[in-house]
């Protein structure tokens, strides 16, 4: 059984940074694509960020480029969002995504998703 868990989330102030992790089991990632989403009240969920399985292609929302970075370290099933210069417009949760199919780029709602974790920006 596939489980994600995130963390690293939690409360900091605007112009702070935070970096989140995402470790999966149950499953080596070496072959699949991943990526982090985030759902804002009142508001559609998001793809923020997304890394092919051998991080050599990444892409960013447009809101994300040149503030977050993703990577990934297959040795520890692990990846990573790495949020610096942090805005209030950045409060959610942030949900780390796998995907179901091997090197496939894309992500969606038929993937594995963790259980998200919180970020807050006071401004």
């Known amino acids: 059984q596939v489980q994600l868990v995130e963390s690293g989330g939690g409360l900091v102030q605007a112009g702070g940074s935070l970096r989140l992790s995402c470790v999966a089991s149950?499953?080596?990632?070496?072959?699949?694509?991943m990526g982090w989403f985030r759902q804002a009240p009142g508001k559609e969920r998001e793809r923020v960020a997304r890394?092919?399985?051998?991080?050599?292609?990444?892409t960013y929302t447009n809101s994300a480029k040149g503030r977050f970075t993703i990577s990934r370290d297959n040795a520890k099933n692990t990846i990573y969002l790495q949020m610096n210069s942090l805005m209030p417009e950045d409060t959610a949760v942030y949900y780390c995504?796998?995907?179901?199919?091997?090197?496939?780029?894309?992500?969606?709602?038929?993937?594995?998703w963790g259980q998200g974790t919180q970020v807050t920006v006071s401004s």
């Open positions: 890394i092919n399985w051998s991080g050599s292609f990444t």
């Open positions: 149950g499953r080596a990632i070496t072959e699949y694509t």
């Open positions: 995504v796998l995907n179901r199919e091997p090197y496939r780029l894309s992500l969606d709602v038929g993937d594995y």
